[in-house]
């Protein structure tokens, strides 16, 4: 989130797409409901007419994977009807930069296409820039090749009949939705969007979230209260595992893998540390070296030093073109390149996409170790319905796991707020939580590496590792310390010591940081900020429902990002009611400013939007891989043949694989003629594996559901509560139907599709509730995070003759 | 003071953690449950279920309408259950002066099936429930002993939208009473159900038929138990007009 939980109550018009908030994220509803109070208006853009939609003032029934045709319409709308926010997009984001003359886009191909490779050559994309590698700008947007020029030709085509015929909505149902949200276009009213899983499983997931960033920029709505982009994070801690590095992409705090091809740090840091492309920009991510010496010295200690490259050379590195997403790593293990290894807290069998590849793959390894609360599909995957277990070669171990009420340690909410949670009761005898079995497992592995020696032993025996976890110390180490006594500008500070911020932390080992974004929670001994519960507040921060001194956020405890933007270039609020930041008697009141530099317009401003290049709000972004502009594509599998306005069906370049098991249905494939679109729900976590332990909650959701509309059910001779079997190209699952006006039939390009949705939380190891719906689910994934179209498939549904699944 | 409780159905998500918080706190035990085409589960409250969220989804004015009824006892101000139950058996259904509770009590257990089902209907909203093992009769306690100790019902206390509220009559009532006026803004059908006769008042946003078949009592509730008596019909009335 750009913002945090309760702000969303701020907002004027509230846009959930991509989610089932109320479902999904309970607690977001409070807020909403209180905007809904003060008159917001609600709308909810969804296939499925959910409990979110039932409280919702507005709902649109959407085919799945159309978002970018639906967003892309909308900000067509706004630019073709003049509802942007103009002072705010000339000051704030790049509408004036001159892109360079190699761009083009021609039906819906980007240029720089190498259709061999199968990508993009991106630097055909590249900002004009001057003698001194500064962009070029034209303020008076005469130029054809200012990023405005070519974002509102691009969305051109994206009219309300082109949006209609494609995403399935109304074009009178669209002009409605777009009316409310280009309505926030002025300075005091704030549109907020929120989203989660319906946005980023899709082969342009990335590319669905740009439109909103696009959105809210031309509407100014990043950077105030009740604005911003609001991703949905919640149980499963992904704000922390994001932040600490949970997939393999990333270091903590999002600083890159590093690359075969970068084997120095200097290599490292030259590859991914940018240069200003405006005198005013900030530039933050130029203190990358500062980051990752500090990560690196709190990672190897004492033997992290300039002459041991920080320890550099002992990180692994990956091939730039290695994906190492689970996808391609079941995809090795199922192509037998994998010998073992450890599953904690995950359910793959259960949870990844073609779920019966996943099993056969995991019939592969050698041995595995796997950590959970209950026995899952994935621990008990050996002894699966039509597997005999004598043959499956595979060792298991499986370690009790503590379950999270029975450890303590912190979170990071969606708002970034890292919070303390205690022990609520003390774990049984010889269950571990994660943290103690990782660290007493490494404690092993160095021992042996010391005793026994063995290939690069460094990475290992150098490890600053602790006898035994302690969430407490792990969070100090996360915030850092100075590893010297260091004297900076006249200031002493002493080895040891807690460091304020990262603004601190240096490139010469002086300073140890795990983590720099969460550096500046703990900087007194024994008083870590994330522990605070003080509501204290001015009235300003009262009003927007900001408590500064409750708990601490990342970064530096600013509460809302971006807020610089929500300045004039003068320093004061859009909407002075609502403000979040203002320049008063020479400082900085509200939140916590991003960057403390005086307002645009006084000498040393700089612009808001700090970890550009430019320092401006890119409406146009040349890094992602599948092109500067969103695009709307097909998913890859498709109810039609023919994209409504382009030539190009699906993304040119999502990720695919070969295997005999990854079959695709063709577009319109007659055997599978309805879109199937798959969810979690309030009752059940994830994939289950938890709450259908839990008795009262499987009294309350018992048994795997497809919902579809009373149309198709007439069509299938299909009845509510039937057993019926869904089929894919893929897989066949047993469910019961679910048959409600809540589905509908939609008309795309003027005929009827259907779409059938179904949760994944069920699977065999709890008798009788259904198995796997990721049985059915495609193996496809976004370019750039390689994450899986769960969203959308095809399949085909039938009355079932007996059942045995959900018997 | 009497206590009540505001349910404003305008604000349910239908989470069902009211559903869930009444199980835990009350130690209830899960019944084995089938999915059989809507969300509602157990299909009906019963001896395990105190609280149940109710789906009724419909199509009004050509439009998508889903209606969550977080159904519970209303704790009667003047509960018919008690006055039947009181004459077959004295102390099996009692009510608290202080709070307006409505109680089941270990009496319960010495009532006859036959004793039960004339409870039950006279019910106007079709609450009480009776647990064939233990012959114990079932129902909403207010969470008496967390009401009682400072706390709020678990049901009220696990809402995370505003829709479940308990506090003083009198302020329950001022609540639902500005609520009703903001709602009927947009919808203007909406109501609150029975508020001068029940502690549990619900805010409808529509016609109540939507929602459940006993949302609200068919007929206005009696007023005092000498009008009810009066009221009953059959053996069962003269046997309680006898007693009377």
């Known amino acids: ?807 | 003071m009497p206590k009540s409780f505001f349910i404003d159905t305008s604000k349910c998500t239908a989470c069902r953690g009211c559903q869930l918080a009444c199980k835990e706190w009350n130690a209830l035990d899960a019944n084995a449950t089938k999915q059989v085409g809507t969300h509602q589960n157990p299909p009906d409250l019963n001896a395990n279920n105190y609280k149940l969220v109710r789906f009724n989804e419909h199509v009004i004015d050509g439009k998508v309408r889903w209606f969550f009824f977080p159904d519970q006892c209303r704790h009667c101000l003047t509960p018919p259950c008690k006055i039947v139950a009181d004459s077959i058996k004295e102390g099996a259904i009692t009510q608290d002066e202080k709070t307006g509770a409505v109680l089941f009590t270990a009496e319960t257990k010495g009532l006859t099936k036959d004793d039960f089902q004339s409870i039950r209907e006279s019910c106007p909203y079709d609450i009480p429930r009776r647990n064939e093992a233990t012959g114990l009769m079932a129902k909403c306690t207010m969470c008496f002993e967390r009401i009682t100790n400072g706390m709020l019902p678990a049901c009220v206390k696990v809402c995370p939208t505003g829709t479940m509220n308990f506090g003083e009559r009198e302020a329950m009532l001022e609540l639902a009473n500005k609520r009703l006026a903001e709602v009927k803004k947009t919808f203007p059908r909406a109501s609150l159900a029975n508020p001068d006769d029940v502690s549990v008042i619900f805010l409808l946003q529509d016609d109540p038929k939507y929602y459940h078949s006993s949302a609200v009592a068919e007929a206005p509730a009696p007023l005092d138990r000498k009008a009810f008596l009066a009221k009953l019909v059959g053996p069962f009335g003269r046997l309680a007009r006898e007693l009377s």
């Open chain 1, 1 to 807: 989130m750009t913002q945090h939980w309760i702000d969303i109550k701020n907002a004027d018009v509230v846009l959930i797409i991509g989610s089932n908030a109320a479902e999904h994220h309970p607690i977001s509803f409070r807020w909403v409901t209180k905007a809904k109070d003060n008159g917001a208006v609600v709308i909810h853009v969804d296939p499925k007419f959910s409990r979110t939609s039932a409280r919702a003032d507005i709902h649109a029934h959407l085919r799945p994977g159309t978002d970018i045709a639906f967003m892309g319409g909308l900000i067509h709308y706004v630019l073709s009807n003049k509802k942007y926010f103009k002072e705010y997009v000339d000051a704030y984001t790049n509408a004036a930069h001159l892109v360079g003359e190699k761009y083009a886009f021609n039906d819906g191909l980007f240029s720089g296409w190498n259709a061999d490779k199968r990508a993009y050559d991106r630097s055909q994309w590249a900002f004009e820039l001057d003698e001194n590698k500064q962009v070029k700008k034209d303020p008076t947007y005469k130029n054809p090749r200012c990023v405005i020029n070519l974002l509102e030709k691009h969305y051109e085509r994206y009219n309300l009949k082109n949006v209609a015929t494609t995403t399935g909505i109304p074009e009178k149902e669209l002009e409605v939705i777009y009316g409310h949200y280009a309505s926030t276009g002025i300075r005091d009213r704030a549109g907020t969007i929120m989203y989660a899983l319906g946005w980023t499983q899709h082969t342009y997931g990335v590319q669905i979230i740009r439109t909103s960033g696009i959105l809210q920029l031309l509407l100014g709505n990043i950077g105030v209260a009740g604005g911003g982009v609001n991703a949905l994070r919640g149980e499963p801690n992904v704000q922390g595992s994001t932040d600490h590095c949970l997939l393999y992409h990333i270091l903590p705090g999002y600083n890159p893998m590093p690359f075969s091809t970068q084997p120095t740090l200097a290599d490292y840091n030259k590859a991914n540390t940018p240069l200003a492309t405006d005198p005013k920009s900030a530039n933050w991510w130029g203190n990358r070296p500062k980051y990752m010496a500090s990560m690196l010295k709190a990672w190897f200690g004492d033997a992290a030093t300039p002459e041991s490259d920080f320890g550099y050379g002992w990180l692994p590195k990956a091939d730039p073109s290695d994906d190492f997403s689970y996808m391609y790593m079941f995809d090795r293990a199922y192509k037998g390149q994998m010998k073992g290894g450890f599953i904690l807290g995950l359910n793959p069998a259960q949870s990844v996409p073609n779920s019966n590849k996943v099993r056969k793959a995991l019939d592969n390894f050698d041995w595995l170790i796997m950590m959970e609360l209950h026995h899952s599909e994935t621990t008990d995957n050996w002894r699966r319905p039509g597997v005999d277990p004598k043959k499956v070669k595979t060792e298991c171990f499986l370690v009790p796991s503590a379950h999270r009420l029975e450890r303590e340690g912190t979170i990071s909410n969606s708002g970034r707020w890292q919070m303390w949670h205690n022990k609520a009761i003390q774990e049984p005898k010889g269950v571990k939580s994660f943290g103690d079995f990782h660290v007493e497992l490494m404690n092993k592995v160095i021992e042996l590496y010391k005793k026994d020696g063995g290939t690069l032993p460094e990475p290992i025996v150098n490890l600053d590792w602790p006898q035994k976890f302690d969430a407490d110390t792990q969070a100090k180490k996360n915030n850092g310390y100075y590893t010297k006594d260091v004297t900076v500008k006249d200031k002493q500070f002493k080895k040891g010591q807690l460091i304020a911020g990262f603004a601190n932390l240096a490139d010469d080992g002086s300073t140890a940081s795990a983590n720099w974004l969460y550096c500046g929670g703990y900087v007194e001994d024994g008083k870590p900020l994330y522990k605070r519960r003080d509501l204290t507040q001015t009235a300003e921060q009262a009003a927007i429902g900001l408590f500064p001194n409750f708990s601490w956020c990342w970064p530096v405890n600013r509460r809302i990002l971006y807020n610089r933007a929500g300045v004039d270039p003068d320093g004061n609020p859009w909407n002075p009611a609502k403000m979040v930041i203002a320049w008063k008697d020479g400082k900085w009141v509200g939140d916590v400013p991003d960057g403390a530099w005086p307002p645009m317009s006084q000498e040393g401003g700089k612009n808001p939007f700090i970890m550009t290049q430019s320092g401006m709000s890119q409406l146009y972004g040349p890094g992602r891989l599948d092109g500067p502009f969103p695009e709307h594509y097909e998913p890859v599998e498709t109810p039609i043949t023919q994209h409504p306005f382009s030539k190009q069906l699906s993304s040119p370049v999502y990720k695919f694989f070969d295997s005999d098991l990854d079959k695709l249905a063709k577009p319109a494939d007659a055997a599978f003629p309805i879109v199937l679109t798959t969810y979690s729900m309030t009752e059940h976590w994830c994939g289950g594996g938890e709450t259908r332990n839990v008795p009262n909650l499987l009294e309350a959701e018992p048994q795997l559901y497809v919902e579809m509309s009373q149309e198709l059910a007439k069509e299938k001779g299909i009845k509510n509560g039937d057993g019926v079997i869904v089929e894919s190209i893929r897989g066949r699952v047993e469910a019961i139907a679910m048959v409600t006006v809540r589905m509908k039939p939609l008309t795309v390009q003027g005929k009827t599709v259907h779409v059938v949705g179904m949760p994944f939380c069920f699977g065999w190891t709890t008798k009788g509730c259904g198995d796997s719906t990721n049985r059915l689910t495609v193996g496809v994934g976004d370019p750039n995070t390689s994450i899986p179209e769960y969203k959308a498939c095809l399949v085909n549904v039938k009355k079932a003759d007996k059942l045995t699944e959900l018997a």
